[in-house]
Structure formats: C-alpha cells, structure tokens
C-alpha cells in the first residue's frame, strides 16, 4: 500500500493499481487461509483494516483514473473507472465503521477519507445531494477528533470548496451557479485561514488551495459581469 502511494503521488498508476491489487489480494489470501478464530483476534482485525485500507486506495486510484479518462472524452473508459470504484469504497467503509472504535487513534481518520472518496464518486455520477451529505459528514467526524487548527480540517475545507465549484459550474441557473461560488470561496478561505496556521504562508497545500480560490473569484467577476 505505502509503495503504491508513492507511485500514485508520481502519477505512475499503472504501478500504484498494481501495487494496491497485490496488497489486496495478499490481505485476502491471509484471511482465507486462517480459522475465524484467528480472524476475529486482534490480529486478523488489523488484517481486516489493511484489506479496507487496500480497497479504499484502489477505489480511490479508479476514480483518479476516471477523472483523466472524461477530460480526455474516453466515456467508456470513464464509466469503467467510476463503477469500478463505487463497491470497492463501499465494502471498505462498511469493514471501518464495524471495527474501528470511536476513539482508536491509529485508524481515526480511515473513515473521513473514506467519506471524502464516496463523496467524489458521487460527484462523477453529479449526484450532488448524496455528494454534500458525505463531504459534510467527513468534515464533522474530523472536528470531533481534531483541534480547532488542523490540517485535516483545511483538507475537508478544501474538498468542501471543490464540491461546490464543481456543483457550480454544472448548474444552469445563474443565481444558483453564483450562489455556489460564493460557497466553494468561503470554503477555500477557511481552508486557507486554517492552513496558514498549521503551515505557514509557504506549503505546497495552500498554494492549491489559493489556486482553486482564484479560479472560483474568476467565475464570479464573470457571474457578476
């Protein structure tokens, strides 16, 4: 999974999807080859979150892939992608919310990521409701595990803000497209607000955000014009 990251970070998805299947398939070989006593020790639970850790990754890496397959207008590949993501999240976040206490530090965040990555799946399918319930509820479980000034926080801020612009720019009422903006901006800006507390004025994380925040004043200066 760590080495698959990497690739993914490096764009390199061939390797990183192949690096995730591997871990998989390992995660479920060990399963299938113990007792459900041994399944059910402590054990077999880490084992059993390595797999939904496995399964939320190579959902995730679908769904990047997804994104670059409509910008180039491959729908069918899109399409491939996106359906091939939406069991794989969900059967990790089923796993997660059956094992992982309310206050295992180790595993705190699994779930929010989790969310976030349903999140986007809906948002490819532009389901928007089912989208924003999940990004918000992604946000309220890091709030109650994480301080005021977090980078977790900034992060779901941010994915928050994305939601939004991209809501915006699918609707085809001018009000409601505006309105939007205005949202997906003070999202960024308190993404902003919180990364500069944790980082400082020079992060890699705020200057995406900064960017994201400029293209959606953009939009509304074009809204208002």
């Known amino acids: 999974n760590a080495l698959a990251h990497i690739s993914l970070l490096n ?35 880490e084992v059993l979150l390595n797999v939904a850790q496995s399964k939320d990754d190579l959902g995730y ?31 990790a976040l089923e796993t997660r919310e059956k094992l992982i206490k309310e206050n295992d530090r180790d595993y705190q965040d699994d779930i929010p990521r989790n969310l976030d990555h349903l999140a986007m799946f809906h948002c490819l399918k532009e389901q928007w409701s089912q989208a924003e319930k999940l990004y918000h ?19 779901s801020y941010h994915n928050i803000g994305v939601y939004y612009f991209e809501f915006a720019s699918y609707c085809h009422n001018e009000e409601k ?16 607000k919180i990364g500069k507390e944790v980082h400082g004025k020079m992060h890699i994380n705020i200057a995406k955000t900064l960017y994201e925040l400029a293209k959606t004043c953009v939009m509304l200066c074009q809204s208002v014009a």
């Open 137 to 155: 509820e992604a946000l309220e479980k890091r709030k109650s595990f994480c301080e005021e000034a977090h980078p977790l926080l900034a992060e």
């Open 11 to 45: 764009k390199d998805y061939d390797n990183a999807e192949s690096l995730y299947q591997k871990a998989l398939e390992g995660g479920e070989q060990w399963l299938s080859e113990h007792s459900s006593n041994v399944v059910n020790s402590d054990e077999g639970t």
């Open 61 to 91: 890496l679908n769904l990047c892939l997804a994104q670059i397959k409509s910008e180039l207008g491959d729908n069918d590949s899109f399409q491939d992608h996106r359906n091939k993501a939406e069991p794989l999240l969900n059967q």
């Open 177 to 192: 497209a505006k309105e939007k903006y205005e949202e997906a901006k003070r999202r960024y800006m308190e993404s902003r």
